[in-house]
């Protein structure tokens, strides 16, 4: 079935909105889009296209995905910085949405507020994509996956453990993502930085679907076996003072050469959405170990946004 019409002027706001199939058209999109990529061959799905990057919270590599993908499909990309527009200030969410779905063909938004970016949605009328808030960060998660995939050359019955805070914006939609696609899943983190039982119960859902697991525990142990070994840093951004609570707290769920043993696989990997913050949730050892898939799923940011544009804006 062709399913390239399915995405034509839809947001991209959580992964739960969207089918395994869907989301794994995307991957396949988005490695198409990277061979052309390397043999030097853009395209112009975009062309003409006017795109808005709302960046409330800094960003590196979503920024700079949004902004070269856009310009390598021919489109028109504009940096929005949170503090220089009127959004928060002087303006509603919803009249900002409604002045930029005038302008813009499509809105990217970083932010705070899942809300704000579901407000965008539904006011704007264009597309809008999300560059993370406080709850998901939906667009990693592709990177994530098509990274897996590439290196294992298969995302199935794969076994994925994610340490450190377990109800952040990467928790949740890791968690999503896996079970989705058929990624045994599972948190290892203290009970209080768990996520919520209604977003478990979803996701069992969905993993029960894909014939998948979903874990939920604080024993590091449970690394054994492991394919993947991810973790994030401690305190989110926006959450700066409750670094040293959390340094306490999530100490014994560092990712280390120790760690990663215990998984008693040779092959084990280390993933990291990035910026990372070295000696505290991973050592720079394992950082820098071959077992180190980090900067393959900084450059997939890159095709598997595109490939989200090109799918929802594209012609
Ligand atoms: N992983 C990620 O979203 O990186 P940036 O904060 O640099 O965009
Ligand atoms: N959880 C992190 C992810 C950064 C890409 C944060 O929100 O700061």
Redesign the pocket.
Same mark, same amino acid.
């Given at each position: 079935m062709d399913l390239s019409r399915n995405f034509k002027g839809r947001s991209f706001i959580t992964l739960k909105d969207y089918t395994p199939e869907e989301i794994l058209y995307l991957l396949d999109l988005a490695a198409e889009l990277k061979a052309k990529k390397k043999q030097g061959i853009t395209g112009d799905s975009l062309k003409g296209k006017n795109i808005a990057l709302i960046f409330e919270?800094p960003s590196t590599?979503?920024r700079c995905a949004f902004t070269v993908a856009a310009a390598d499909e021919g489109g028109n990309p504009t940096y929005l910085a949170g503090n220089e527009i009127q959004l928060g200030h002087k303006e509603s969410i919803e009249d900002t949405a409604r002045v930029l779905g005038r302008m813009f063909d499509g809105i990217e938004f970083r932010g705070f507020k899942q809300e704000h970016v579901e407000a965008l949605e539904k006011y704007s009328n264009v597309p809008v994509w999300n560059g #993370?808030t406080?709850e998901y960060?939906p667009t990693?998660i592709l990177a994530d996956l098509l990274t897996m995939r590439e290196h294992f050359g298969r995302l199935k019955g794969l076994k994925f453990v994610y340490l450190g805070?377990g109800r952040?914006?990467?928790a949740n939609s890791l968690m999503i993502g896996c079970s989705k696609v058929g990624v045994d899943f599972a948190i290892i983190a203290p009970e209080s930085l768990w996520p919520t039982e209604r977003l478990i119960g979803l996701c069992k859902g969905y993993a029960g679907e894909s014939g998948s697991t979903i874990t939920v525990t604080d024993d590091a142990d449970a690394v054994k076996d492991a394919d993947v070994l991810y973790t994030?840093?401690w305190a989110?951004?926006?959450e700066e003072d409750k670094a040293a609570e959390r340094i306490a707290l999530l100490k014994p769920y560092q990712v280390n050469t120790e760690l990663m043993k215990k998984t008693g696989k040779e092959s084990t990997i280390f993933m990291h959405? #990035?910026?990372a913050v070295k000696g505290k949730e991973v050592t720079e050892d394992v950082f820098e170990s071959e077992a180190s898939v980090v900067f393959d799923e900084a450059e997939n940011r890159l095709h598997t946004i595109k490939a989200v544009m090109v799918a929802t804006l594209g012609q």
């Open positions: 919270k590599r979503t #993370l406080d960060h990693q805070d952040n914006n990467m994030d840093v989110s951004m926006g959405c #990035l910026p």
